[in-house]
């Protein structure tokens, strides 16, 4: 992107800047958020999210494991693990999706790239960093 302007640039969209992204725009600025990797930061692309699809998993086996106390019986049961690795990146993949449809939504500008400092009042945009 070439040279703009904003009232507030937000260096990186996890669950600090993209809410605080949102609210300033709620508010009346016109708001730009800088993200180099994916929308959501950790929390929703590797920390919080993918891990609750991983234990959600877990828990549904021991639940089966644990079937016959229960009065079900369960023929044989086991984890396919690449499934749900598959589920989980699923999951993280929707939700990152929804804070794209939020900013939006809001009109929050995202900007692709590595952000830094680079003086008063500006930032700057390296896009050769997107996608890492
Ligand atoms: C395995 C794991 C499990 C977790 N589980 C939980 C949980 O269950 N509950 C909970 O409350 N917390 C959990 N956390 C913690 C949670 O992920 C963090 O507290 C939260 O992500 C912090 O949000 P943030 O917005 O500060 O930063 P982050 O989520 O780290 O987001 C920062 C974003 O900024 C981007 N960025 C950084 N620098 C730049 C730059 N110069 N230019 C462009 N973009 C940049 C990054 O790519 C990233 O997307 C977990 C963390 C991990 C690792």
């Not at 949102?22 to 016109?30: D, S």
């Not at 699809?53 to 984890?79: C, E, M, P």
Request: aromatic share 4%; with cysteine.
């Amino acid at each position: 992107m070439s040279d703009s302007e904003f009232d507030l640039v937000v260096i990186g969209s996890g669950p600090g800047g993209y809410v605080g992204a949102i609210r300033a725009a709620q508010l009346g600025l016109k708001t730009a958020v800088v993200e180099r990797e994916h929308l959501g930061g950790i929390c929703l692309n590797w920390g919080c999210i993918p891990t609750k699809a991983l234990l959600r998993t877990a828990d549904i086996y021991r639940n089966i494991q644990h079937a016959a106390g229960f009065g079900i019986k369960v023929d044989g049961s086991s984890v396919d693990l690449e499934a749900t690795v598959k589920r989980s990146r699923q999951v993280a993949a929707q939700l990152s999706g929804g804070v794209s449809g939020l900013l939006k939504k809001n009109k929050v500008t995202v900007i692709n790239g590595h952000g830094k400092l680079a003086g008063k009042g500006k930032v700057e945009v390296d896009d050769r960093a997107k996608s890492r």
